[in-house]
């Protein structure tokens, strides 16, 4: 019903930056929560930050200071910028949708993050 394209995902040094596009389109005029999602080799998915329609955000502890998320309703999409990167940031980035009701979770394919010297 929801498709979630991301975009941006690289290979950049530390100390660097990236910025992280998703497109939302389907059946996107319910969709309440959007936010990245992060997944490093060997570990848990785990969230980034979250924007309601209203505006709320959610940051995780580790990325607040360096990453902002926004979010643009008329166009349906949600961007990530990343600054001052380290390696312990390189993953793979997931889009994510919610309807809250009732209860729905959408997800994109992912987009690689890498960030070494």
């Known amino acids: 019903q929801v498709q979630l394209v991301e975009s941006g995902g690289g290979l950049v040094q530390p100390g660097g930056s990236l910025r992280l596009s998703c497109a939302a389109s389907?059946?996107?005029?319910?969709?309440?929560?959007m936010g990245w999602y992060r997944q490093a080799p060997g570990k848990q998915r785990e969230l980034v930050a979250t924007?309601?329609?209203?505006?709320?955000?959610r940051y995780a502890d580790f990325v607040k200071g360096r990453f902002t998320i926004s979010r643009d309703n008329a166009r349906n999409t949600v961007d990530l910028q990343m600054n001052s990167l380290k390696p312990e940031d390189t993953g793979v980035y997931y889009c994510?949708?919610?309807?809250?009701?009732?209860?729905?979770?959408?997800w994109g394919q992912g987009t690689q993050v890498t960030v070494s010297s």
């Open positions: 994510n949708a919610k309807i809250a009701i009732p209860f729905r979770n959408f």
């Open positions: 389907g059946s996107i005029n319910r969709l309440s929560t």
């Open positions: 924007m309601t329609n209203s505006g709320t955000t």
